[in-house]
């Protein structure tokens, strides 16, 4: 059964980066997006930034253009998230998630376009 696992959260400062990482196992045969999203305490989750796999295409959020960057390991099947000039914010589970089985849904920052999502890792940004 494949499945995303998402590494590389931790603490840090404001204005500090960070790089996480998230690697789906099994094959990519069919897969369209990966994506990221995040859900700080109290709040809904939202989307963060995404990727298409065959154009390399990105996507990201209005909070964090500009600061992050999403890309993609073709030996690795991985995608990561640069994060840079972090902010209190940007405090939150991040989750990876992959569309693996083409959902027909076009919006990458819909996550009912997702079918694979991982368990999640957790960025906390001190002011």
């Known amino acids: 059964q494949a499945q995303v696992v998402e590494s590389g959260g931790g603490l840090v400062q404001a204005g500090a980066s960070l790089r996480l990482s998230c690697t789906l196992s099994?094959?990519?045969?069919?897969?369209?997006?990966m994506a990221w999203f995040r859900q700080a305490p109290g709040k809904e989750r939202e989307f963060v930034s995404a990727?298409?796999?065959?154009?390399?295409?990105?996507y990201y959020a209005d909070s964090v253009k500009g600061r992050f960057t999403i890309s993609r390991g073709d030996a690795k099947n991985a995608v990561f998230l640069q994060m840079n000039s972090l902010k209190p914010e940007d405090t939150a589970e991040y989750y990876c998630a992959a569309d693996r089985r083409g959902s027909g849904i076009y919006a990458p920052s819909a996550q009912a376009k997702y079918d694979t999502w991982g368990l999640g890792t957790t960025v906390t940004v001190s002011s």
């Open positions: 099994g094959s990519t045969l069919g897969l369209d997006f």
């Open positions: 990727i298409s796999w065959r154009s390399s295409n990105t």
